[in-house]
């Protein structure tokens, strides 16, 4: 009778489709699998099962096998017959020990892990759902592997392996965020990333320079937003979020849908949220009660700016804002050869207010009555074509467009000054990629493509007294007669096995980057040059080794390079970094360096134990650094009012950054399990002799996890050590407001979250972070991090 079921399938095109919805379930518990990564070898697409652990198999077109693939289960390849024989139920055997599932991070295709040299942290949407991020900077500050510095609330700096801002890159469904305004401090741009819409995460550690391109030192961050589902027949399916978090009386509403035919589909979605001001942990270290306590702040009253009591010390006024995000894309897939798509993201926000500098203090004083970032507006445009059909020259090809429209602006006024300054950003942002997959014999795998990339810089500013609403020019931020930043580039990886157990990699990329600033107006500075203009090649590679034993035991060896292409903030950029310190221009600024060279260690011990252990030298030549500097032979300029310091920035020479991270995973019993994550790193300047900025103290997350029938929970602890204000980086050191005299101070929070499936379709979320309400400030960071915190979230699909 299934032999018959499989004919009629195979025979009558009509049915062929409905014989194509497939239902994935444990095979212990027949409770359905939510997130199974479902996908043939012969395609570049994959889809994914729902909560009903269903999916629909229609868009592979003809397949003669399909591989199911879930971090918490086997892995389990079957045929189309014997899916026929199942009546197209397919059961998965939980796995003592998780894996990370498909990556795509690594050459921009599917790719099994285990062949992957490169340490890659993988982000599931489950991971997503029972962590309630805030933020996607929350979200990678939840793996316990990424650490991330907040200057304010509204905000979120990633550092990985000790680089950070434009030292790493962001990556959204393939196209790279970074532009030519991303600064070498630290920046909040990857909150315009909406995580309630994240299909998964992927952090690729280490230089990824030869498949992204320049920025790529320390990682890459690479997000995939929710593709449209497709159906045999007119599927309409969708989620929605209601979260309240009582540390900044976070409200979140999150609604998504999504409608598939055979060959188009649909999926839209919009998030808002709103945050008050956050309230810190109230738990002070008895050496510096006053650590963090905001005492006074800013009012206008009546005209004049009145200095106020903060009725509670713990409130950080003013750092609440808004945010809205909204996504829709359009899949349209004719056949199993072409799969078409288009994208439009927009996020924006409301003023946020830069807290850092709000509670900076001139002669005891405030030193800013304002400081926000106006709205950040980001928009983008994206259309993709797939072509998966097997010719001499590729397997897949991929042709990615996209245009970016950003904006930002930073407002700020001196305290009892009517002069309010306002400096406007606009970046125009043009892309395309045409990337090749080409399966070679005896399973060697050549990734090769092109990238061309052009940016367009606008710089305006003004001033504007409030008391009599005239307004005057102020110098801007970046070149006012405009900025272009261009990249092209072409690269190759290559993938072969040199025996069953040992896999080699390797990769080569040729850029050319180029730009140019023009100053117009030199009533402010008067700068030495008219315009700038820069031009550099670069060449760079990878060379891997993987070897895979028994017992899951993996090592892998690479050796990396990647480079940084000076961009306009790097080249051009006027601004004060701190109080009495300015940055000017630099005309002679290039490109850095960095070499890598890495060794990972995994092994399974039984069926209770799991280890992991990565250690990382990374040398910087070239390395560009913010040290002091002269303008026309001066080493100080008078900047509002001030007698500033001139800094810029420039190539030190050689830096290096040497770093461990080690992951223990221990399972008592089949639903309590305990995972450990910490990472130890160093760097410092060999020609100063002084530490780097973005290299963060020793930290890490400890949990205990427990997961049973609709019912799942993990108790943990964030951690980190402390770091002395004699090691702290030179830049660190001038700003004496965000640290106590012994510098970053050590600190451990424990916080317990829990889900239950209250209904088939309805979920409760419930969670207490920062458990004993201690007050903590992550290293670097201009505001100290929440309280006790309790968050509530339900969530509901149809």
């Known amino acids: 009778m299934r032999k018959l079921v499989f004919s ?34 012969t395609q570049s697409s994959f889809v994914q099962t729902d909560s ?61 892990p285990d062949e992957v040299p490169s340490r890659i942290r993988s982000i599931a949407p489950a991971d997503i759902e029972l962590q309630n991020p805030q933020t996607s900077a929350d979200m990678l500050a939840q793996t316990g592997e990424i650490f991330v510095q907040k200057s304010q609330l509204g905000g979120g700096s990633p550092m990985i392996r000790g680089f950070s801002a434009n030292s790493i890159l962001i990556v959204i469904d393939g196209v790279r965020m970074n532009n030519a305004i991303y600064r070498s401090g630290n920046l909040q741009n990857v909150i315009n990333i909406d995580p309630n819409f994240l299909d998964g995460a992927e952090v690729i550690f280490g230089p990824g320079s030869v498949i992204y391109g320049s920025d790529a030192l320390g990682g890459v961050m690479d997000f995939h937003t929710a593709d449209p589902e497709l159906g045999s027949k007119t599927l309409i399916k969708g989620k929605g979020l209601l979260r309240y978090a009582s540390a900044n009386n976070e409200n979140t509403a999150n609604f998504s849908i999504n409608i598939g035919g055979k060959k188009v589909g649909l999926f839209a979605g919009v998030t808002r949220s709103t945050y008050d001001d956050l309230r810190a942990g109230s738990d002070r270290t008895s050496k510096f009660p006053s650590f963090g306590k905001r005492l006074q702040f800013v009012q206008r009253i009546n005209g004049i700016d009145s200095l106020l009591q903060n009725d509670n010390e713990d409130f950080q006024r003013f750092s609440g804002y808004d945010q809205w995000n909204a996504l829709a894309k359009l899949r349209y897939k004719p056949n199993s050869a072409i799969d078409l798509k288009y994208s439009l993201h927009y996020s924006t926000t409301s003023n946020i207010p830069r807290y850092d500098r709000l509670i900076e203090l001139r002669n005891g004083l405030p030193r800013s009555a304002e400081w926000f970032y106006g709205p950040q507006e980001w928009l983008m445009h994206a259309a993709s074509a797939l072509l998966s059909t097997k010719t001499a020259l590729f397997d897949q090809a991929k042709l990615t467009l996209a245009y970016q429209d950003y904006t930002e602006s930073r407002v700020d006024r001196s305290y009892q000054s009517p002069l309010r300054r306002e400096r406007k950003e606009g970046v125009d942002v043009f892309s395309a990629n045409l990337d090749f997959d080409n399966s070679l014999s005896n399973n060697r795998q050549l990734f090769y493509g092109v990238e061309y990339i052009y940016n367009e810089v606008n710089s305006t500013a003004g001033m504007t007294n409030i008391e009599t609403g005239i307004s005057s020019p102020a110098s801007t931020r970046y070149p006012d007669g405009g900025s272009t930043y261009s990249s092209i580039a072409g690269y190759a990886s290559y993938k072969s096995p040199i025996s069953d157990i040992i896999t080699f990699s390797s990769g080569i990329r040729l850029s050319h980057v180029q730009l140019e600033s023009v100053f117009n107006d030199k009533s402010f500075f008067n700068f030495p040059f008219n315009d700038i203009a820069i031009a550099n090649t670069a060449i760079n590679g990878n060379l891997g080794f993987v070897y895979n034993g028994p017992k899951r035991t993996k090592i892998d060896l690479l050796f990396s390079t990647g480079f940084r292409a000076p961009n306009i903030d790097d080249v051009g950029k006027v601004f004060d970094s701190a109080p009495g310190n300015i940055v000017v221009p630099n005309e002679n600024l290039k490109p850095e360096y960095s070499y890598n060279f890495e060794l990972g260690f995994r092994r399974t011990f039984g069926n209770s134990l799991e280890i992991q252990a990565t250690g990382f030298y990374t040398m910087l030549d070239n390395a560009m650094v913010r040290r002091d500097f002269t303008f026309n032979g001066q080493d100080s300029l008078i900047y509002d009012g001030v007698l500033s310091n001139v800094e810029a920035i420039v190539n030190t020479g050689e830096a290096y950054i040497l770093g461990a991270t080690g992951r223990v995973h221990i399972r008592f019993e089949k639903s309590v399990e305990l995972e450990s994550n910490y990472t130890l790193t160093t760097g410092m300047d060999r020609v100063s002799n002084v530490p780097l ?33 004699e090691d702290l980086a030179p830049s660190e050191q001038n700003k004496p407001h965000l640290y106590t005299s012994d510098g ?3 600190w451990l929070i424990f916080s317990l979250k829990g889900s239950y499936q209250v209904v088939n379709k309805l979920q409760l979320d419930i969670g207490i972070e920062n458990i004993l309400d201690k007050h903590y400030r992550p290293y670097a960071s201009g505001i100290s991090a929440a309280g006790r915190n309790f968050i509530v979230a339900l969530r509901g699909n149809f």
């Not at 009509?14 to 212990?28: G, K, S, T, W, Y």
């Not at 949990?703 to 602890?717: D, E, L, M, V």
């Open 8 to 41: 009629i399938c195979t025979l009558i095109p009509a049915l062929q489709a409905i014989c194509q919805e497939i239902r994935v379930l444990d095979a212990n518990s027949a409770v359905p699998i939510e997130h199974v990564v479902v996908f043939t070898h």
């Open 52 to 112: 009903l652990g269903n999916a629909n198999l229609a868009g592979f077109g003809e397949f003669t096998s399909v591989t199911f693939q879930h971090p918490s289960y086997h892995s389990l390849t079957m045929t189309k017959e014997e899916l026929a024989n199942n009546s197209f139920v397919v059961k998965l055997v939980e796995q003592i020990f998780e894996i990370d599932g498909v990556v795509i991070s690594a050459n921009k295709w599917e790719q099994n």
């Open 693 to 725: 900025r973005h290299v963060p103290p020793a930290f890490g997350r400890t949990s205990i996890n427990y997961s049973k029938g609709n019912g799942k929970a993990t108790f943990y602890a964030d951690y980190q050590a402390k770091r002395s204000f």
């Open 744 to 746: 970053a101070l050590g």
